[in-house]
């Protein structure tokens, strides 16, 4: 049997992973510096060196801030040909420490493109960073994950990409979240609101359960810089525009980005997707 660890066991993504590979060709060993419950089938270690003394794969679950230094403190003591995986949403840093580790471990750089919430990885979108034979380590990963749609990038594309999935998104939907927050007639507002306000409301809540430091990791990608400062100088130049009478610069903005949008995305498509989402929210 195979033996696997999982480093930050008890976070959200550590649970899932402990749960995936438990019960199956794995055996699997926790550990955790803030908890001991990883569920009946995963062995608890007390400590991190003796958590990956023996495994085959490690599995880093950890904040992306400690990854580097974690790579560094456990690479030198894994076994010959095993494989360290891990899972942060920010590349640059980490693959540095990766590429730096010694020849006989495997680096296997991946992130999963979905949370803790879902039930199997068949047609989850998994992001692969190749750090030293591309091949060979996205194979691996496909073994891992068997059922889940794989796309290659190297890191300084997928920090750029990741601004604006994870980044943008998280800015945005946080901001929402503090204004909602304040609402002192929050079930007035409830009464009152439609399709667009109840899945907007869904998705800013629903971000808002992910943990306070994983949601300042994602804003703090260097490259979401510069497309929050393109948000930020829309929305001021929308506002003026209002304010000024300036209706037809405003028109052409909503043309232009809609006709841009239009080339890749079916928008009557995207409405009733929202349509038949809200119905699934109020059940």
Not at 32 to 60: P, R
Not at 78 to 89: C, D, F, N, Q, V
Not at 191 to 206: C, D, H, N, P
Request: glycine share 6%.
């Amino acid at each position: 049997m195979k033996q696997l660890t999982v480093i930050g066991a008890g976070g959200q993504m550590g649970q899932w992973f402990t749960n995936y590979f438990s019960g199956s060709e794995y055996q699997v060993t926790g550990y955790d510096s803030e908890s001991n419950d990883f569920g009946k089938n995963v062995i608890v270690s007390e400590s991190l060196v003796g958590a990956i003394l023996k495994a085959d794969y490690v599995i880093l679950c950890t904040p992306t801030r400690r990854t580097p230094e974690i790579i560094r403190l456990i690479a030198k003591e894994m076994k010959r040909g095993t494989y360290l995986i891990e899972i942060s949403s920010e590349k640059s840093k980490v693959v540095s420490s990766l590429s730096k580790m010694p020849d006989k471990i495997n680096p296997i750089c991946i992130h999963p493109m979905f949370g803790p919430g879902i039930k199997t990885v068949k047609n989850q979108n998994i992001i692969s960073v190749p750090i030293k034979d591309a091949k060979k380590e996205l194979t691996v990963a496909k073994e891992l994950f068997e059922g889940a749609n794989f796309v290659t990038i190297d890191a300084i594309e997928h920090d750029k990409k990741i601004a604006i999935i994870l980044g943008l998104t998280h800015l945005m939907n946080l901001v929402f979240a503090n204004i909602i927050s304040k609402d002192e007639k929050s079930i007035l507002t409830e009464k009152m609101s439609g399709t667009t306000f109840r899945v907007q409301k869904v998705l800013a809540e629903s971000i808002m359960t992910e943990t306070p430091e994983l949601i300042e990791t994602i804003i703090a990608n260097p490259e979401i810089r510069r497309v929050a400062e393109e948000l930020w100088k829309d929305v001021g130049r929308l506002l003026t525009s209002v304010q000024e009478s300036k209706t037809e610069e405003v028109i052409e903005y909503i043309k232009d980005c809609q006709e841009r949008l239009s080339k890749h995305s079916d928008l009557d498509n995207s409405y009733k997707k929202l349509t038949k989402m809200a119905k699934i929210i109020e059940k």
